[in-house]
C-alpha cells in the first residue's frame, strides 16, 4: 500500500485533448488545489493552444474549436508564464492529482511537476464500489448517485468539480 505524504499538494484535474490518440495535445486545463477535507483553496482553468488540430471527434464531445484556442497560451506556456490564465509556475511535488480517469490526464500534467506525483482515479473507484451501474462515466455516476452535476459537460472545470464532488461522496 502506498503511503500519501502529510505534504502532498492535492489537485483535482482535468484536460480536454484534441483526440483520443496518445498523440493528442491538450486544449484545455483546468484543476482545483484542495484541502483534505476537500475544501477548494484555489483553482485556474484556461484554453490551451495543442499545437496541433483538434479533430471534428473530440470537439463533438468538449465543444472547443481550433478558432476557440488559436490565441491560448501551450502547455508549456501555461505552466512558465507569469501571464493572466497561466499558472506561471512548474507544480511542487509530492503531488495527488484527483479525478476520473486520472491516468489519461496525468499523462500530459506530468512533465510539469517536480516531485513524487499519487494518482487517485476515481473511474477506478466507483468501478468497485458500484459494478451493477449502467456504465461509470462521470456523467452516469453523478446522476446514478444523486450528486450535483455542474452545467457544460466534458469541459475541465464541470469535471473537476464532478469528480471532487464523487471523491468526496467515496471517500
Not at 493572466?84 to 507544480?91: A, E, L, M, S, V
Not at 476520473?100 to 500534467?109: A, E, L, N, Q
Not at 466507483?126 to 448517485?145: C, G, I, Q, W
Not at 469528480?163 to 461522496?169: D, E, I, M, S, W
Request: glycine share 8%; net charge negative; with cysteine.
Amino acid at each position: 500500500m502506498t503511503t500519501i505524504p502529510d505534504n502532498a499538494l492535492l489537485i483535482v484535474a482535468d484536460t480536454e485533448n484534441t483526440c483520443a490518440t496518445p498523440e493528442r495535445g491538450v486544449c484545455e486545463v483546468g484543476f482545483a488545489i484542495v484541502d483534505r477535507k476537500g475544501n477548494v483553496l484555489s483553482e485556474l482553468e484556461s484554453l490551451i493552444d495543442p499545437e496541433r488540430p483538434i479533430t471534428a471527434g473530440a470537439s463533438g464531445v468538449h465543444g472547443l474549436t481550433n478558432a476557440d484556442v488559436a490565441d491560448s497560451p501551450t502547455l508549456s506556456e501555461f505552466f512558465s508564464e507569469d501571464a493572466p490564465g497561466c499558472y506561471g509556475k512548474r507544480i511542487q511535488g509530492p503531488v495527488v492529482i484527483i479525478g476520473h480517469r486520472i491516468g489519461f490526464d496525468v499523462h500530459t500534467i506530468a512533465p510539469f511537476v517536480d516531485g513524487e506525483i499519487f494518482e487517485l482515479c476515481t473511474l477506478r473507484w466507483v468501478r468497485r464500489l458500484y459494478p451493477e451501474m449502467d456504465n461509470h462515466k462521470l456523467s452516469t455516476v453523478m446522476f446514478a448517485l444523486g450528486l450535483p452535476r455542474p452545467e457544460n459537460a466534458h469541459r475541465v472545470m464541470s469535471d473537476v468539480y464532478s469528480a471532487l464532488h464523487l471523491a468526496k461522496h467515496t471517500a
